[in-house]
């Protein structure tokens, strides 16, 4: 049975930084790709980076860049996203996503078969 189990999300204020986790079982992690997806009240669920799990390459959306930074550990197949610099718009549910057979859009969640529950950010001025 395949698992993505996320944590580390909570309440920071503007500024702040938190570490989100997705620990990974049931399947062959050493392909495809690893992804942070994020849905706020009201809106769609959108994508906030992907890591290629062999090879660590890694994309990112616009509203993150430089403040965000996936990362992996093959060794424990976990996926973490370092979140620096929150604003109150970073305030979402944060998922964790696996593509196995790889994707070409990354950021989009078509090709994702394999989800977390989530772990909720709450930014605050």
């Known amino acids: 049975q395949v698992q993505l189990v996320e944590s580390g999300g909570g309440s920071v204020q503007a500024g702040g930084a938190l570490r989100l986790s997705c620990a990974a079982s049931?399947?062959?992690?050493?392909?495809?790709?690893m992804g942070w997806f994020r849905q706020a009240p009201g809106k769609e669920r959108e994508g906030v980076a992907a890591?290629?799990?062999?090879?660590?390459?890694?994309v990112y959306a616009d509203s993150v860049k430089d403040r965000f930074t996936i990362s992996r550990d093959s060794v424990t197949k976990t996926v973490y996203l370092q979140m620096n610099s929150l604003k109150p718009d970073d305030t979402a549910m944060y998922y964790c996503?696996?593509?196995?057979?790889?994707?070409?859009?990354?950021?989009?969640?078509?090709?994702?078969?394999?989800w977390g529950q989530g772990t909720q950010v709450t930014v605050s001025l």
């Open positions: 049931g399947y062959t992690y050493n392909t495809g790709i």
């Open positions: 996503a696996a593509a196995p057979g790889g994707t070409r859009s990354p950021l989009k969640e078509d090709d994702y078969v394999y």
């Open positions: 890591i290629l799990v062999f090879g660590g390459r890694t």
